[in-house]
């Protein structure tokens, strides 16, 4: 059923279609450069539309900081203070992102750890506003109540294919466990075990593709062999469609890239609710993004 399927969707996504016509926003950027070409500001306008008539709009600037080896070090948004931080270690790998909100807050926060160059840990922590029924958010808001959630992965390696991926919460209880299978060099399966208390159950199977690009195609089924996720690849000429389904979120994303390798469009399909978004990117011949916009529409237009 499902290889019936991506062939019937194969006929449908032979080029990416978009109607200017029904655009509800869009975002237009202009840059400034560092003289070795990187971005140093972003200042964007975006437009709001209703019914084809414009309603709003919204000017912001975006900094952005370079180390000496030209990795991004720093975002700083201009209009609300907010900033991104990004750290490195001794050969470049990224040890830590830092997200800090207008308020001062670290709502977000990535840790890596390497050890012979091997990524072996990293460390997620999220700030959620913490909104409460009957309270008005926006007291709420300045007065920066957040719920923590915090998540540890562990990456075991057996000479340099990797070879287990733990995850954990924050107490360090095992969440799952995910075994990877190799045959020669190249990954072909992959086990993930669950835990309900004690006991440890597969709960998902993947099975990856070969000479589907950098990034292999897949297809995850659940112990009783029943479809939960798939990555298919359409290759047109020199560009190229993406297909992924998921069945937790009741999902389909189609991506189109175009013969320079850059995302020119994006179709998201929300299976429960029958409706899809289509977005829309355009590029300056340095492949920076200069426009973005999307419209809504129900899957029976």
Not at 235 to 261: A, D, P, Q, T
Not at 294 to 300: A, T
Request: with cysteine; net charge negative.
């Amino acid at each position: 059923m499902w290889l019936l399927s991506c062939e019937r969707t194969n006929k449908q996504v032979d080029e990416f279609q978009f109607d200017n016509n029904r655009i509800v926003d869009k975002t237009i950027h202009s840059y400034e450069f560092y003289p070795d070409g990187k971005i140093k500001m972003d200042h964007s306008m975006s437009y709001y539309f209703m019914n084809g008539e414009l309603f709003d709009s919204l000017n912001w600037q975006k900094f952005y900081t370079y180390s000496k080896a030209g990795k991004l070090e720093s975002t700083i948004d201009l209009t609300d203070s907010s900033r991104r931080l990004y750290i490195y270690n001794e050969v470049d790998s990224l040890v830590g992102d830092f997200a800090i909100n207008s308020h001062g807050d670290t709502s977000f926060f990535s840790t890596a750890e390497y050890v012979n160059n091997k990524l072996v840990k990293r460390v997620n922590r999220l700030l959620r506003q913490n909104f409460q029924e009957g309270v008005d958010h926006a007291k709420m808001i300045d007065e920066r109540k957040y719920d923590t959630l915090l998540d540890i992965t562990e990456f075991k390696y057996n000479g340099d294919k990797l070879e287990k991926t733990i995850s954990k919460d924050e107490k360090g209880n095992i969440i799952s466990e995910i075994l990877e299978v190799y045959k020669d060099k190249r990954k072909i399966k992959s086990m993930t075990y669950s835990y309900l208390g004690k006991t440890k159950f597969v709960s998902e199977i993947t099975e990856f593709a070969d000479g589907s690009g950098n990034i292999p195609d897949y297809t995850t089924v659940g112990p009783n062999g029943d479809t939960i996720s798939y990555r298919k690849t359409i290759f047109r000429n020199k560009s190229k469609v993406v297909l992924y389904y998921n069945r937790h979120l009741n999902s389909m994303n189609v991506s189109y890239y175009n013969e320079r390798g850059l995302l020119i469009g994006t179709v998201d399909t929300d299976l429960s609710q029958k409706t899809r978004r289509i977005y829309s990117y355009q590029y300056d011949d340095k492949g920076n993004i200069v426009e973005e916009a999307s419209y809504r529409e129900d899957l029976n237009d």
